[in-house]
């Protein structure tokens, strides 16, 4: 097992399949598409543009480097976090306000909370791989990769 130490910005322990990518994410462009919005509700990646596309973040340690985006982030994840559809866990290079916003309102609420750590270091995507076993534990500003 390998273990990181991170910088905790929402706390809270989750465990889940890593879902990597060195792109930032527009999660207004990626998830705001008709596929995402019909009575099924998928969390799907829908931005054309980006490497995860058509790729579902529902229950994922999502890793990635940051988002990009407007205030309306903060609502697609709350969205997302609330009908029980957003990713296990956030893990993220460089956080801001926004990707955090609906994430903090999910859990204040619908009592639905999900882990959001920062990890700054270039090694991140060499330490954790698609598909790897991980578990976020920001009450132990840790991240471990099995």
């Known amino acids: 097992m390998t273990v ?3 910088r905790t910005v929402i ?8 879902m990597v990518t060195k792109q930032p994410i527009n999660f207004t ?6 596929p995402n919005m019909l009575p099924s509700k998928r ?9 995860l596309f ?8 999502l ?19 609330s ?4 990713p296990a866990a956030l893990v993220v290079q460089r956080n801001d306000s926004l990707l955090i916003s609906g994430v903090v309102l999910s859990d204040v609420w619908f009592d639905r909370k999900i882990p959001v ?12 791989k698609e598909g790897a076993d991980v578990t976020v534990d920001g009450d132990a500003n840790e991240i471990r990769i099995d």
């Open 83 to 86: 009908m029980g559809r957003g």
């Open 11 to 18: 706390g809270g322990t989750a465990r889940g399949k890593a």
């Open 63 to 81: 890793v990635f480097p940051s988002c990009i985006g407007s205030t309306h982030t903060g609502l697609v994840l709350l969205d997302l976090v």
């Open 117 to 128: 750590v920062e990890y700054e270091d270039d090694d991140l995507y060499e330490l954790i």
């Open 4 to 6: 990181l130490k991170c």
């Open 54 to 61: 058509k790729q579902n973040i529902a229950d994922r340690v």
């Open 29 to 34: 462009a990626a998830m705001c598409k008709v």
């Open 43 to 51: 969390a799907e990646i829908r931005d054309s543009h980006h490497e």
